[in-house]
């Protein structure tokens, strides 16, 4: 029996993981039909069905599980090792995956890491926007970005901005003619535009919070988006309120294209805070990624 190579088994571990084909083919940057093949000839060279395929997903059989759970961490460990000895070179080296909704990669993760490209042309930089509470373990991620209210216990969090107020907003043609919202519960008479998340397909209540008393709410409206940025131009537009970090509609509020609403109501999260796994050591290319994006 000829016995697999580690990219046989890495293209194998990615397609268990992913429970997808497609993903996995995107995460390995490879094309489908080249991590079937991969796959085929892997399951031809150990004599055994690895992966069962339906026209909706992928899962492992017995072999398959008994592989990926025997195989996966010594993958995770060799990829760990070989980045340590490329980490002895004089200058930090290799690639940091991160992922983070669009409005921390606009406001913060980038005008800092483009400066440290340009210093460290070894490094490179993968920034995935997603909305999701993305496990960074298992899509293999280096770190993500979320609010430090929002963050495993059993990830190392390090601040990288102050905290966030977020507001509620309206174009003045869409607010015109309507009495001025003193509740938050009000807003179920109002057209919203909804945030839909990824997690767990729902749509995000907005929060409100005065003197101690907090208030969820499920608004409703004509338009939906999983974008914030989105989002805001519909506002802008004057299809419906919106809900967002003070610093995004700020802007708009000081040119008369929005207007605030319920005000006294803007609650204050905790800023955005980069967690990674507690592990032994990390890359030197992520630990400068940390300590460039680290909130003074």
Known sequence: ???????????????????SFTRAAARLGLSRSALSHCIRGLEAKLGTQLLIRTTRSVSTTDAGARLLNVVAPRIDEIEMELGSISAMRDKPAGTVRITANDHSIQTILWPRLAPL?????????????????????AQRFDAGIRLGDNIDKDMIAVRIAPDMRMAAVG??????GKPSLLHPKELTEH?????????????????????????????????????GYLMLQA???????????LDMVQPYMDSGALIPVLEDWWPLFPGYHIYYANRRQISPALSLVIE???NR
């Open 1 to 19: 029996m000829t016995s697999p190579n580690l990219n046989d088994l890495s293209a194998f571990v990615a397609v268990a993981q992913e429970r």
């Open 117 to 137: 490209l340009r210093e460290y042309p070894d490094i490179h930089i993968e920034l995935n926007v997603d909305y999701g509470f993305t496990d960074i373990a």
């Open 171 to 176: 174009a003045p043609a869409y607010l015109a």
């Open 191 to 227: 057209s919203c535009l909804n945030l839909r998340l990824p997690t767990y397909g729902g749509l995000y209540a907005w929060e409100f919070e005065k003197e101690g008393q907090t208030v969820n709410v499920k608004v409703q409206g004509q338009a939906t988006f999983n974008n």
């Open 235 to 245: 506002a802008i537009d004057g299809v419906g309120l919106t809900y967002g970090p």
């Open 292 to 294: 460039v994006l680290r």
